[in-house]
Each structure stands twice: as C-alpha cells, then as structure tokens.
C-alpha cells in the first residue's frame, strides 16, 4: 500500500517550509507568501500526497520536476474573509457591512463596558517578554476550558494548544503573529491569536471570560481586531473556517477551502489510493452538506452536548436573582467579601457584572457583602444602586 504523507496547509505556511512539497511559490494578488528552492520531492512512486485546508484565493505555483504528478483538488468546506483594504476606518467597515442598530448595539457594548471597567487594549507585536507571553497562553488555556465547559462543546484549538504555544513566540517577534488582549486593569479578559503573511492576517484562535458576556466581549474582540488591521495595512484578514452562524456576520466575501490530493501517475498503488481518498473525502463532504442541509447538524450538536454534560463534571454555575432594595433594607450583621479573589464566591462574578451593565456603575465604586443570617443572601453596594442577590439551591 502506499504510503500517505498528509499536510496542512497552514501549518505547512508558518511552521515548517519543508511539509508544502509541492509548492515553489505561493502569492496573494501581489504579495509573495512563500518560497523555497529545494521542494523535497521523493519517493512519489510509493507516496501519494495529501495538502488539506488550501485557500482557494491563493495561487499556487507546482515546480518543474513535479510535472509528471497528477494533482485532484476537492472543495471541501466555506471560508470568511474580511476584505479590510477597502476600508480606511473601522467606522467605514462597520457602514458598509451593518444595519443602524447593529451598529447602534456594538457602540452600546463597548460604551458600557469602558464605563464599568478600566478597559484598555494591547497588541503584542514584534515584541513581548517571554514571562508575559506565557502568562497569556495560561489565561488563554483557563479560558478556552470554561468557555467550553459553559457550551458542552470539546474545543479543537486544545488539542493543539501546546503546539501553538511552542511556536507562536518567535513568530511574534518577527511580526509573523500578534496576541491582541482585551485587559480590565491589569487582568486579561479577552485574548486573541492571529498570525501574519505579508499583508494577508489569519484568525488562529481567541477566548473571552465569559463572567463579562452581557458585554459581548466576542464582538468587541472581532471588531477591535479587524479596526487592528486596517489601521496596520492588513489587506485581507481570514477568519478561516467553522463557526458559520458567528463569522458570516463579520465577513465581506466568502471563498471555499481545497484538499489537494498529488500522486505519481505511473505508480498503480499511489495511483489507487489517490482515488479512494478521493472518494471518501468527496462522499464526505457530500454527506456533510446534505445533512446540514436538512439541519442534522444542529440536532448532533445538541445531542453531542448532553453527551459531554454527562461524561464531564456538571457545571459549578449557580442561578442567582437579584431586588433593588434601599439602604434601611441592608441587614447590619453582614460582612464584606473580596469575591474576585475568594474562589468560593467566583460564582458572584457574572450577575454583578450584569448589574454593572444595566446601572452603569463603575466596577470600583461597589462593595459586596454576606448576609450571615442567610448563606444564600449577598447585598451589592454601588454609588447610586443597591441590590439584593439571592441563590437558588
């Protein structure tokens, strides 16, 4: 049987040069992606070659002595672009490609949130300490889990977390990839990866602390990093595959992905297993569509959700309501907590931050307190509001 030796492509573009055998040149409209003199082609008569995930928008230039190679190329899966050079201002993005209260929402978002927090935003790119760079991917990793844990959804980025973290740094440095952080104060609350080719971005990864969600920390992420990229002449910026119901909405264009199958003709067993990956790989992609089509996918989901619910620990989130009270209803035997820092209380966290968005009270002007008489009791404190929390058991 021969031999199969399978690449992905983006991986092959930033990691390592000697995995895109069969590609002299890479361009994108003008720009030179990629390059190399010496393609490693061997042993094809008992290797077929398998280049996945290949984005349709690129050129791809086969060298001479890979003539004699026959090449299959499958359409496999929808990508998202966001055409930034059309653009000279996130404004002008956001006009073109959003209704009035799309827009009127996300100014929302962002007001409150810089009203609630001290919020400021730092890309790292081109430089960043090593000690910092991998407090980040340790905040990245804590948030990648609960987000996941929250949806009852295995993550894939984790599975390649520590491939990423080995090799993102240098390409930092060499202004190949950035971490664009979202910090209240001093804590990271949102973090996103993309890495760089000439003036083509690629969306690798991102998580948000999901204690902040009536913030749509997501939303605010995707559009600070698209107004990153206009602003630093990314011409085109990828937001990759998956996640359609999320990145439809920010794209300007979509394109389809390729699996490029390259194999030596004159060999019967290379030849063979060319076509019955063909096969398999055009079947599945057939069956996918057609049963997303017909919405299977979303029930599998749903089904895929309760199986991980079950095999994993239930969720520690506790259902808490909230009173307005005035200040003669605050009992006097109560103590203060220190709920960000005390792990007992974290479940505080999410429906104070919701108070802060729907009073706009500013994070440091609140106080929080136990009622010892009742442990299912806290009161919240702020400058103008005060609320009652309750937890139902």
């Not at 390649?160 to 950035?178: M, R, V």
Request: charged share 25%; aromatic share 16%; net charge positive.
């Amino acid at each position: 049987m021969a031999k199969h030796n399978k690449t992905v492509f983006l991986k092959g573009l930033f990691f390592n040069d000697n995995t895109l055998p069969f590609f002299k040149k890479i361009t994108y409209q003008t720009k030179t992606l990629y390059t190399t003199k010496s393609t490693n082609i061997k042993n094809t008569k008992n290797t077929f070659y398998e280049v996945v995930d290949v984005p349709g928008y690129l050129d791809t230039y086969i060298p001479n002595e890979a003539r004699k190679l026959k090449k299959i190329q499958l359409k496999t899966l929808k990508g998202y672009l966001v055409e930034t050079k059309k653009y000279t201002t996130v404004e002008e993005y956001l006009t073109a490609n959003f209704g009035t209260k799309s827009r009127s929402n996300l100014r929302r978002y962002k007001n409150r949130l810089e009203k609630c927090f001290d919020i400021t935003y730092t890309c790292y790119y081109g430089d960043i300490t090593k000690e910092k760079y991998n407090s980040l991917f340790i905040e990245l990793k804590a948030l990648l889990i609960r987000r996941f844990e929250e949806k009852k959804e295995n993550n894939y980025e984790l599975r390649h977390f520590d491939e990423y973290q080995d090799t993102i740094y240098n390409l930092i440095l060499k202004k190949e990839a950035s971490i664009f952080v979202i910090y209240n104060n001093q804590k990271p609350i949102s973090i996103r990866i993309n890495m760089f080719k000439e003036t083509l971005g690629y969306y690798i990864m991102s998580c948000y602390d999901i204690d902040y969600s009536k913030f749509h920390l997501g939303s605010l992420d995707m559009l600070k990093n698209i107004e990153w990229c206009i602003k630093n002449n990314i011409v085109t910026y990828d937001l990759l595959k998956g996640y359609d119901y999320y990145k439809k909405d920010w794209k300007t264009t979509t394109f389809d992905f390729y699996n490029c199958i390259i194999y030596d003709p004159s060999s019967i067993q290379a030849s063979f297993n060319a076509y019955a990956k063909k096969i398999k790989t055009k079947g599945t992609y057939i069956l996918y569509y057609t049963l997303k089509k017909a919405n299977f996918i979303t029930y599998y989901k749903r089904v895929k959700q309760k199986l991980h619910k079950q095999t994993h620990n239930a969720s520690t989130e506790k259902k808490v309501t909230h009173t307005k009270i005035e200040e003669n209803q605050l009992t006097a035997n109560s103590v203060q907590l220190d709920f960000e820092n005390n792990e007992a209380y974290f479940y505080l966290k999410r429906p104070i931050f919701n108070l802060l968005f729907t009073s706009k009270e500013h994070y440091k002007d609140i106080k929080v307190y136990k009622n010892l008489d009742n442990k299912n009791n806290f009161y919240v404190v702020a400058k103008n509001n005060k609320w009652s929390l309750n937890i139902i058991d």
